[in-house]
């Protein structure tokens, strides 16, 4: 069936760095976006940015740059979001979900796919 | 602080009807369209409302969504016990990124 499937649950020192994966199935990987959500412990819900997986092409949150990297393996049809220099804050559930790009009275950028999150805890 | 801004809570009787607000800027919704998610508790977003007014496949007509200027409204109505979740509105913003609301938590009496 359509689904994401993410890695599994992160244990991280502050300054250490992980890598999230999100593996797509029963559709075309290459034909949607794939972003990055994240959610910190009773709070809301917070874009990272983006990833075409067909191009590479990527756009991060201003508050993500230079320490986000969104990248792909179409081959297995898998994206990946890595942080870096984590620090407690990071503490949070991350979500990959796919976009949908809709241009007309306005611009639409929506998720109609998500996955079931990885829970990431940056602790000493 | 949410560039969107959500009431922290809602409820509602079974049966009733129930609405939530959302208020953002001329940036945002002002000028995009705005999508809703559901979150049961301990699951993922799911998708409810998407282009201001759209169900997407499986999601009951109780639902609705409108939008006006620069803030929307979500709207359910013959609330159930599983509407009881978490409802945020989001919007793309000029400022290149998706922007949330802070979530309106959704307790049903």
């Known amino acids: 069936q359509v689904q994401l499937v993410q890695s599994g649950a992160e244990v991280k020192k502050p300054g250490a760095s992980v890598k999230v994966s999100c593996k797509a199935s029963?559709?075309?990987?290459?034909?949607?976006?794939i972003n990055w959500v994240r959610q910190a412990t009773g709070q809301g819900l917070e874009w990272m940015g983006w990833?075409?997986?067909?191009?590479?092409?990527?756009g991060y949150a201003q508050k993500f740059q230079g320490r986000v990297t969104m990248t792909r393996n179409t081959s297995i049809s898998t994206a990946y979001m890595e942080l870096s220099s984590l620090r407690s804050e990071d503490t949070a559930v991350y979500y990959c979900?796919?976009?949908?790009?809709?241009?007309?009275?306005?611009?639409?950028?929506?998720?109609?796919?998500w996955g079931r999150g990885t829970l990431v805890t940056v602790s000493s | 602080q949410s560039v969107l801004t959500q009431p922290p809570s809602a409820s509602g009787t079974p049966g009733q009807r129930v609405t939530i607000s959302c208020s953002g800027s001329?940036?945002?919704?002002?000028?995009?369209?705005v999508n809703w998610y559901q979150q049961l508790p301990g699951t993922a977003p799911k998708l409810l409302i998407y282009?201001?007014?759209q169900r997407p496949s499986g999601v009951p007509d109780r639902f609705s969504g409108s939008k006006s200027g620069t803030s929307a409204s979500l709207a359910i109505s013959g609330l159930q016990s599983e509407d009881e979740a978490d409802y945020y509105c989001?919007?793309?913003?000029?400022?290149?990124?998706?922007?949330f609301g802070g979530g309106t938590k959704l307790t049903v009496l």
């Open positions: 001329s940036s945002n919704i002002g000028s995009n369209t």
């Open positions: 979900a796919r976009g949908r790009v809709v241009v007309g009275t306005g611009f639409n950028w929506y998720f109609d796919l």
């Open positions: 282009s201001n007014n």
């Open positions: 990833m075409n997986p067909n191009s590479g092409n990527t």
């Open positions: 989001a919007a793309w913003d000029d400022s290149l990124h998706v922007v």
């Open positions: 029963g559709y075309t990987f290459t034909s949607y976006d």
